[in-house]
């Protein structure tokens, strides 16, 4: 009979182990694998926006004119020369470059893709073994719970 206590108590402390894993290893680690797919994602839209502004002229109410508050009072305005001349565009790691907007546009194509296939793919494997890891670390707990139940009988 001391056996079976015995074993029902090492299935316990298996159980606990692999409980204090998930919640101290494993779902902490599946955050924050989810918060940097989402931020490369964000990153994504960002450029995509930007490379749809640039296509995009603005428009001043006529006669040219520029918004001084509420859309009530506007007062006459001409443009030194096309906004969309130059832009700053963000390369990463904090560097920005001032770009005309075909050398913006294809900078955001290459970007885009980059991030699509090196980044996200990086990260977005990493969330997937996480929730692999996540999932046979359920799995055999689990498994130690049937044991210790059987144990107890």
Do not use: W
């Not at 074993?7 to 989810?34: G, H, I, N, S």
């Not at 001043?60 to 969309?84: H, M, W």
């Amino acid at each position: 009979m001391s056996s079976i206590s015995q074993d029902a108590q090492e299935a316990q402390a298996k159980v606990d182990e692999y409980t204090q894993f998930l919640d101290r290893v494993l779902r902490p680690e599946l955050q924050e694998a989810k918060r940097q797919v989402e931020e490369i994602e964000h990153e994504i839209k960002e450029y995509q926006a930007l490379k749809q502004a640039l296509g995009e002229v603005p428009s001043l109410p006529p006669p040219n004119a520029v918004d001084l508050g509420f859309q009530t009072i506007y007062c006459p305005a001409q443009y030194a020369k096309d906004p969309k001349d130059q832009v700053f565009v963000d390369l990463g790691l904090g560097f920005h470059v001032e770009m005309n907007a075909k050398e913006a546009r294809e900078f955001i194509d290459k970007r885009v893709i980059f991030l699509q296939e090196n980044r996200l793919n990086q990260r977005q494997k990493r969330l997937t073994t996480v929730q692999d890891h996540i999932q046979s670390s359920l799995n055999v707990l689990e498994q130690l719970e049937m044991v210790q139940k059987q144990l107890q009988k």
